[in-house]
């Protein structure tokens, strides 16, 4: 029998209705067969990263614990960024939700279209803060999330109160953020 695993998940979007995106994609994922949230971050605004020329973010975390495999789980999220809208065309450019996989149990998986834990996420606040909400004494690369966000550059990053209401109230589920 499969056990289950943790799991830590991060949601972006700048496109649309984000809260409601965000919504949206976190009910879809607590329908889906063995996979239970147990926690959401608040919303946090940031200023885009990488290509500049484009409206904030809204960004967040979701943890949870899950029987699917990593790879089920990809393609769980590819499927729920689909659904909602997004479309590959710029890298780091305007989309309405973009989900990345942060981290999967203690599992490391290096694989071309598949990288646990994220392999960029330590350099990132926009990740590291809402994460340290819920996980903050998990440790990547030897040091706590929470030491990693606390030292993370959090220029520009405010919590987003009206849209973390609007995510809870769009949620069937009351979880502690």
């Known amino acids: 029998m499969a056990r289950m695993e943790t799991f830590a998940l991060s949601l972006g979007g700048n496109v649309g209705d ?3 995106s965000f919504a949206a994609a976190l009910r879809a994922l607590a329908a889906t067969p063995d996979l239970r949230i147990t926690a959401v971050s608040d919303v946090w605004r940031t200023p885009p990263w990488g290509k500049l020329d484009q409206p904030d973010f809204r960004n967040m975390a979701v943890a949870g614990e899950t029987m699917l495999s990593p790879r089920a789980l990809l393609q769980c999220v590819i499927e729920l960024e689909r659904l909602g809208g997004r479309r ?8 309405t939700l973009d989900l990345d996989i942060l981290l999967y149990g203690e599992r490391t998986v290096a694989e071309p279209d598949l990288e646990i834990p994220h392999p960029r996420m330590a350099e990132r606040a926009f990740v590291l803060v ?4 819920l996980i903050p004494e998990t440790a990547i690369g030897g ?7 606390q030292a993370a550059d959090r220029a520009g990053m405010v919590r ?3 849209a973390s209401r609007r995510v809870r109230d769009g949620l069937s589920l009351s979880q502690p953020g």
Do not use: H, K, Q, S
């Open 130 to 133: 809402p994460l340290a909400e």
């Open 160 to 162: 987003d109160d009206e």
């Open 18 to 20: 984000v809260p409601a």
């Open 143 to 149: 040091e706590t999330i929470a030491r990693l966000a």
């Open 88 to 95: 590959r065309e710029e890298r780091w450019g305007p989309r």
